[in-house]
């Protein structure tokens, strides 16, 4: 029997930011809605800004979803998870570094402040009654043992499942193992697998986190994204479908692909669903 | 030491190189620090005389063959016979048939083609077992690409004690991408057999020419639209240290970071494309005016911007709140 697994789709947050890609609040809705038709099980929707497409379209898809639990993502910043919080959505990401190359030299922090506002943010979100999930950003070049430890401070504050990110795509299947391993033997914890293509490994790092414990794994339509994309969902399907059971069918994955390319124009698959090319 | 062979040779028989074309790629291929290459018997025809520096290798039906091609360094023969000049190919479609190994425990060089499943299942195990099996062989290995997973199986092959393996260029042929690979082993293995990889450019240049495709822009290591950038966490943290988002520097692939505008660009975005284009600067309160129309026009194209219409929104925002900017 197979094991299950969940789909996290990011296609309208992590995908959107591949430059060309700019979707208005009426295409998110649309291809939300598709995406909660076929049993996704997350659909992150996006990173709520007032300048672009506001929060109203997050409450559209929240009244109108049936199946997945919709998320939104926001920076370690206190201001933008209450403006998070006001969408109302199931799930508010809450995405921090925990490299110290991307803490010291983008922050411009440290470790302590990391932890510190991390919490802070969490708890704002949490006294509003919503869900927590936490990214830590550039997991693959991150101190395992600094990842333990926030994950234990998040454990005990209630949050239940984080996400590893390979923010810059450098980890290989071995390495994926090694990490998720490592976490799992010192928290019980959920984990969200969310890889990037850089070195053409999205699927394999993928199979070999979900194979290695993590719950969730993350997916974006013909694979879209920053630099070389995140994992191709229609293709994780299909690789990894025999060995894991995600509920969901891999050809209604090419129906809202096709309503996809209907609103970003453009042959998607021409590029992302060939090996070669 | 590792071997990887190149076999993009072997996989444009449909499309032909010409001997200019062939000689170039071969040059790229040396510069790159790949110096083995599998190339198919019309290639070798076309060549005439093979280039220097480089061990050739040529798959043939019958070891009588043999004889017609002067300067091969190894022959692969599907199931060949055990001679000096000869590696054995073997087909594995699925992990169940690796105990076939077995039979051919004697062979001192195969190669193992396939396995395209293998990450599914317990990969370390299964490359354990290839190399028990087969202890007094030289093994190549030679993963095929259907689920996706050839380039990361390649380098899980190298990363547990493997010594060779066989790839191609861009994926062609549905085999492991030779530039991921090269690249990967770099980063994850310090494996640089050669500093300058820049050709990278060049050989993708050439392989279109010759398929007469276009490569992905967005395919790993090779794509021209890698490294362009729209998102303003992302521009802010390579504007602070390119490190923050960049893997390895863009330069060191013959590419340069490019800064683009759209929905998701950031204040700092603004302030380094007016740099760039020679505009100076202006304050903080109009740079916001500025990225609210950027953002607001790029929703409105689902595009991103292009410098003219950057230029345009500037120009517009400058005039009608009357100011001037600091060149």
Known sequence: MRERRWIVDTTLRDGEQRPGIALRPEDKIQLALLLDDINVHEIEVGIPNVDTEGIDYVKEIMKKKKNSYISVWSRVNEEDVIYSVSCCPDIIHIGTPVSYVQIYSKLKKNKVWMQKTLARCVDIAMNHGVKVTVGFEDSSRADVGFMIHTARLLKDMGVETIRIADTVGVLTPCRTRTMIEEILEHVDINIEMHAHNDLGMAIANSIEGAKAGAKLIDCALFGIGERSGNCNMWEFLHAAERTFDFGIQKKKVREVEKAFEKIAGGNWNEWENSSSF | ?327
């Not at chain 2, 039906?61 to 002067?70: G, M, T």
């Not at chain 2, 899980?156 to 861009?170: K, M």
């Open chain 2, 1 to 327: 030491m590792i071997r990887i062979i190149d076999a993009t040779l072997a996989t444009l028989d449909h499309c032909l190189p010409t001997r200019e074309q062939l000689i170039l790629f071969c040059d790229c291929m040396k510069t790159i620090g790949i110096t083995d290459l599998e190339i198919s018997q019309e290639v070798y025809q076309k060549l005439e005389k093979l280039p220097e520096g480089f061990r050739f290798y040529v798959k043939i039906d019958a070891s009588p063959l043999q004889k017609f091609f002067r300067g091969i360094h190894r022959f692969i023969c599907h199931n060949g016979e055990n001679t000096e000049s000869v590696m054995s190919e073997f087909q594995l479609n699925d992990i169940r048939e690796i105990v076939q190994l077995r039979a051919h425990k004697s062979r001192d060089y195969v190669r193992i083609v396939g396995l395209d499943d293998l990450l599914c299942h317990n990969y370390e195990h299964a490359m354990k077992e290839i190399r028990q099996l087969l202890h007094r062989s030289k093994i190549n290995f030679c993963p095929e690409n259907t689920y996706g997973c050839a380039s990361a199986l390649a380098v899980q092959w190298i990363l547990t004690g493997g010594s060779e393996i066989t790839t191609s260029f861009a994926g062609s042929g549905n085999l492991a991408a030779t530039e991921e690979v090269l690249m990967a082993l770099r980063i994850a293995a310090r494996y640089k057999p050669n500093q300058d990889i820049t050709s990278l450019v060049k050989l993708k240049e050439l392989y279109e020419t010759i398929t007469g495709k276009k490569i992905s822009p967005y395919k790993p290591v090779i794509g021209n639209e890698i490294f362009h950038v729209e998102s303003g966490i992302h521009v802010d943290g390579i504007a602070k240290n390119p490190s923050n988002y960049e893997a390895y520097p863009p330069e060191s692939v013959g590419q340069t970071t490019k800064i683009i505008l759209g929905k998701h660009s950031g204040t700092s975005s603004v302030e380094i494309k007016l740099k760039e284009l020679g505009m100076g600067s202006v304050d903080q309160e109009t740079t916001l005016v500025i990225l609210r129309k950027i953002k607001k026009l790029s929703m409105k194209k689902r595009d991103s911007l292009s410098d003219e219409e950057f230029n345009s929104i500037v120009r517009e925002v400058m005039a009608y709140e009357g100011k001037k900017m600091d060149c």
